[in-house]
């Protein structure tokens, strides 16, 4: 008898804690990242079902794009074939509801508010990217089995309550680097995506080194014709046509991520040096580079053939340039003697700000005289960045002590460089863009980036080693306020995540700092 009451009890108990499993009530446990700034939970839950579809308040063809971005991710998994429909009413009972309220000051252009009810899930912001944030949550809101890309077992239950999420910074972003090793269209929109769901809305593409280039200017053909034709090690290299390009632009655009292009100048030259003759002091064009040095390239800087050159692929770029950002690089042109580099980069911001564009320049740059709305991207010496903040100028922050994410974790990491920092994965969430420079306050700040160089990986798989997870955290650095991080809390988010990227198909480092979690406990 007591041991059939055992058995009974553990029955009972068996069932009451797959219950509890299976239906998440409690909306402040979730394991959101970036961490949303509130969150109000309610106790209950919301059932997607086969009843289940997304409307769009009003006729719009951009609302009804960001519901079926939605309807994309949930259906393969959920196989629930979940439609999307415009209305002008609030939908019934077990439906998903995405609508524009013009009027909540505090969410700004890219926060939302995300309602949850057992009867609804509903999505309120002032503009479309405040949606598409939280179709974001939404997402992390499900079991983790929904990124998968086969249909899964539900129930597919989202814990109720309300979340109000807003960023701190406007700038959310990374680079890639396609110049020392070439990543082709489908790696690049691959990347737009993971940088969406994780609420960053900028991806800076090097697409210029003394290795390769890597954009088609079609006054200056062989930029591409030969200069492309190499990378790190000698492989092939490649480039993008402009149709590419403008194509990457677009699905970036639709994700509301910002493409900032980058022509790094006057040093980190080669390709173009060996392509073009003229642009060289000498007039002889150089060898085409496979090796990683730095420093050794220069444009001819005072040759009128250079800056014709440099006013042809900025308008080039320009035109093929829906942001507000040219990228001029200027770092480490070691072999341009400083009375040279200073009237360069006056004379290059003056032909990026006539093309219709603002100027980006790595920190070097705040050696000259800035021009105004010129953003100075803090990487390696604070005492740049804070001549820029003197001038007036803001502050990208992208410190390489903390925020590269060619950096190895550790010494055993298998790709990587460390001649900054190693940064394991704590490292890198555990620092504050507003307080790291005393002189750099919050104010000057427009936001943070995390670049990946890639001397050391050639394919998306060894990319995402040293960009997952460290990119999680420095989403949430740019998302949510420096008082509501902190890395124990953190860690156990990052570490229900392990399933969810897996699921997604990312290949990420799996550091031992994290107390990853091997099964979705959903
Ligand atoms: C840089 O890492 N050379 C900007």
Known sequence: MKRQTNVWATLAFTALFTQMACTPTNLSKENVIPKPVSVVTTGESFDLTDQTDIYVQGESAGLLQIGQYLADKLNPSTGLAIGVKTTSEIPASGNIYLALSENDAELGDEGYELTITDKLVKVTANKPAGLFYGIQTIRQLLPSKVELATEQKGPWKIATGTIRDYPVYGYRGSMLDVARHFFGVEDVKNYIDQLATYKMNVLHLHLSDDQGWRIEIKSWPNLTAHGGKTEVGGGEGGFYTQDQYA??????????????????????????????????????ATELYTGTEVGFSTLATKKEITYKFIDDVVRELAALTPGEYIHIGGDESHATKIEDYIPFINRVQDIVIANGKKVFGWDEIALSTLKPNTVVQYWAKAENA?????????????????AYLDMQYDSTSTYGLHWAAYIEVDKAYNWDPASLVPEIKKENIIGIEAPLWSETVSTRLEAEYLIFPRLLGYAEIGWTPAELRNWDDYKTRLASHGERMKAMNISFFPSKVVPWDTKDKK
């Open 386 to 402: 804070i001549k820029g903040v003197e001038q007036g100028a803001k502050v990208l922050m992208s410190p390489a002590v903390n």
């Open 247 to 284: 194509d990457i632009v677009k699905y970036a655009q639709d994700r509301f991520i910002t493409i900032v292009p980058e022509i790094d100048m006057p040093g980190h030259t080669n390709a173009a040096l060996a392509s073009y003759p003229e642009l060289n002091e000498n007039g002889k």
